[in-house]
């Protein structure tokens, strides 16, 4: 299983070869089958070495992605005011965020890239699930397994509606129409009934 | 203008000159900014040969999207039955399709192909406001500049989060389930309130 390149553990590009290795890692075997060992493995170096860089794989999978901003903390502020009119605050802060000119432009490479090809799919089996599933399950009342998907389902449309794929209607939308709009769809996959 | 390869009208590979020219011209400039005429001259033919090909611009632009099926004709059925209900009758057209494994692997293409790159913006500014809007204004009550962009965005989001990325939540559900939790959704952007 070692395939150390007889690089030291510490020489200063080792945290930029365990990313590297977790990035072909995740992309070739998805989220849940690739293990920390593995990552150190691949990179060369121990196992401590990964979880002294990286945290927990959850933070090495949010640090493969390479995103602006980490979503579990602009999430978490969302969560903190529990669940009423939750749907609404949702898509207030994801606007907030996507339409802040300061960070789209990352944000729109990531969802491009991803979006495009087969690493999509592991957004889909572990960002969502393992990364936002667990934060947004504070806000769920039953059924997590199914509320997290539709209210993904839809946050996911807006961001390619409005960003991604740009549909006129979307981007000339005032953001407090789009919340009007979208956060009582939000809301009712959150909490209420699902028919 | 004219680029004309010396080429005879319709001779055997003139359609595919003509649908090659107009991907190039509608990836270049947008559906809006392309015509059938330069569509005919970048393809060294004479306009009226684009319309014996293809029909209207509409026409020519769902030929160069190479899709499986003509989305206007599946709509129909929806669209006939009335408001009443079509939110519901919506999900579950598009489910019938993106779920049939005949038709499944092209559509997946083409959402590739076009959701990660430039390409993508001429879906936003080409299929939906253009070819999908029309159908769908005959089930919006009003301001069809707003309810189908919102229609658009969680049915866009369906098929990246069931389809595309494949968030196993969203795929494991059954058909019926996402036809019941998302009917009530795009029913209310297409006859209800917006908030």
């Known amino acids: 299983m070692t395939t150390s390149r007889g690089r030291r553990p510490g020489a200063p590009d080792t945290r930029a070869e365990i990313l590297d290795a977790a990035r072909v890692l995740f ?40 995103l602006p901003l980490d979503p579990r903390e602009v999430l978490a502020g969302v969560v903190s005011a529990g669940p009423d009119g939750a749907g609404e605050r949702l898509v207030r802060t ?7 000119p ?6 729109l490479a990531v969802a491009r890239s991803v979006i495009g090809d087969d690493a999509g799919r592991l957004v889909g089996e572990g960002f969502i699930p393992v990364v936002i599933g667990p934060v947004l399950a504070a806000l769920v009342v039953d059924r997590p397994e199914v509320r997290i998907p539709l209210v993904a389902s839809q946050l996911v449309g807006l961001i ?14 005032p953001a407090e129409d789009v919340a ?4 009582p769809t ?5 909490t209420g009934d699902l028919g």
């Open 102 to 107: 300061q960070v789209q432009p990352a944000l």
């Open 160 to 173: 390619v509606t409005r960003y991604v794929i740009a549909v006129p209607g979307m981007v000339a939308m």
């Open 180 to 183: 009007a709009s979208l956060g």
């Open 186 to 190: 939000i809301q009712r996959y959150l």
């Open 27 to 66: 992309a070739e075997r998805g989220f849940s089958r690739t293990t920390i060992r593995a990552v150190a493995s691949d990179a060369g170096v121990d196992p401590s070495l990964v979880h002294h860089y990286f945290g927990s794989k959850d933070d090495l999978f949010m640090a493969a992605l390479a």
């Open 94 to 100: 994801l606007l907030s965020v996507w339409d802040d």
